[in-house]
């Protein structure tokens, strides 16, 4: 297996070497979405303590997206020379969710304030928006500086950003079952602490950029004058190597991949953060159905991410229609409780959501590594991220006028 080298061009392990680099990029990964998930976590206990109740998530939502509006608004001017600066930004970005987590963690989410007649968490909605800047950015900034390495690093990329929200998953369990105390500084502290390991991992990778380009240069091969991150494969032609990743034709994506990162951020970012808690509220033991339908979300979305490095099941449309048909059974408890809490049936939302995750977490990533198959993989990645903001964003408007306008649930 070929692998990025640091101290020469000929380690006598190579696996290891790739290994670590693999281990990288799922570090960085990791800070990719932990501050928003250990929000979206955690506010199963802040409907609690918090004025808008159980409808909190949906003015998180809110905040998110409005944050999403302004990340694809304002990063767009920054990629458009010929050489983006990947490193740069999504070092920004990492460090914005930094910011954010720290924030909470002193107890920011605790500032309330009376905005148009109404009292709303002020400090925890300001810190989702900036959170969720730092969260959306990563996936227009990450993956295309990914689409710079081979193929397999886009896995561990999308491993880690899975992760980040297992790790906000299964703190969440632990204070649940009493494991850990119900403590929101505790929690936001650990987020931040993922921030700063991202951020180790992604200085990691630039520094091994910097390395080859140098090796590169002293050997007097070709470069050209932009980033390192974005000429590395260039650089390492060892690397295209990878997997037979040299001999795989280029070739054109469909519609599907996009179609199903659409759909599918749509109902994972809209429409089931805020149909969750109220499809779950109407249970008797409802904070713990609510907990257990937002972990299983985390916890089975790494696996089917890393199932993309073993398999290759292509046909996107029938994940988009599996995980389509998950969100449109947690509609239907919201909208009919009735016809649901008739019987013992606190397992429905949870096992929707574990049918959700499993089949867009997979269709997610195999979206992304079929246009690694292109001859222009990086502007398809900065697309297709754009795509899923889009999705995001439309999904988002939808439940907000369902819930809040419409008053449909």
């Not at 380690?11 to 990791?30: H, R």
């Not at 449309?317 to 009735?338: E, I, Q």
Request: with cysteine; aromatic share 12%.
């Amino acid at each position: 297996m070929a692998a990025l080298y640091v101290d020469g061009p000929a380690p006598t392990n190579p696996t290891i070497s790739s290994a670590v680099v693999y281990a990288a990029f799922v570090i960085f990964g990791l800070g990719s979405w932990i501050t928003i998930n250990s929000i979206f976590v955690q506010s199963s206990f802040l409907v609690y303590h918090l004025p808008e109740s159980w409808s909190l998530t949906t003015w998180i939502v809110v905040a998110f997206q409005l944050a999403n509006c302004c990340a694809m608004l304002l990063l767009r001017p920054l990629v458009r020379g010929p050489a983006p600066p990947w490193a740069l930004l999504s070092l920004v970005l990492l460090l914005l969710g930094f910011g954010a987590s720290l924030a909470l963690a002193v107890g920011v989410y605790r500032s309330t304030a009376w905005v148009f007649g109404v009292d709303h968490s002020v400090g925890l909605l300001g810190m989702t928006f900036l959170a969720g800047f730092a969260s959306c950015g990563s996936s227009l900034v990450f993956y295309p500086l990914a689409s710079a390495f081979p193929r397999r690093y886009t896995t561990a990329l999308a491993i880690g950003e899975g992760l980040s929200g297992s790790a906000a998953g299964v703190l969440g369990m632990l204070q649940n079952s009493g494991a850990l105390p119900r403590s929101f500084t505790t929690a936001f502290a650990f987020s931040a602490t993922l921030c700063v390991t991202a951020m180790l991992g992604l200085l990691f990778l630039d520094c091994r950029a910097r390395r080859l380009l140098k090796l590169s240069a002293d050997r007097d091969e070709p470069t050209s004058p932009t980033s390192p991150l974005s000429q590395i494969h260039r650089v390492i032609g060892s690397e295209s190597h990878d997997a037979g990743e040299s001999q795989r034709p280029h070739i054109e994506p469909g519609y599907a991949g996009f179609v199903a990162l659409f759909v599918g951020a749509a109902l994972n970012f809209g429409l089931l953060p805020s149909l969750n808690p109220m499809a779950c509220s109407h249970y008797a033991d409802s904070q713990t159905v609510l907990l257990w339908s937002n972990a299983v979300i985390y916890g089975f979305d790494p696996i089917s991410r890393l199932m993309t490095a073993c398999t290759s099941f292509r046909h996107l449309n029938v994940l988009t229609t599996l995980f389509s048909l998950a969100a449109l059974l947690v509609v239907l408890v919201a909208k009919w409780p009735k016809a649901f809490t008739s019987f013992d049936s606190s397992w429905v939302v949870p096992l929707a959501n574990v049918i959700f995750a499993a089949c867009f977490g997979y269709a997610r990533t195999m979206a992304f590594l079929m246009l690694k198959d292109s001859a222009n993989a990086t502007r398809l990645y900065w697309i297709a991220g754009m795509v899923l903001q889009a999705g995001s964003l439309c999904g988002s408007v939808a439940s907000l006028l369902l819930v809040q306008v419409f008053k449909v649930f």
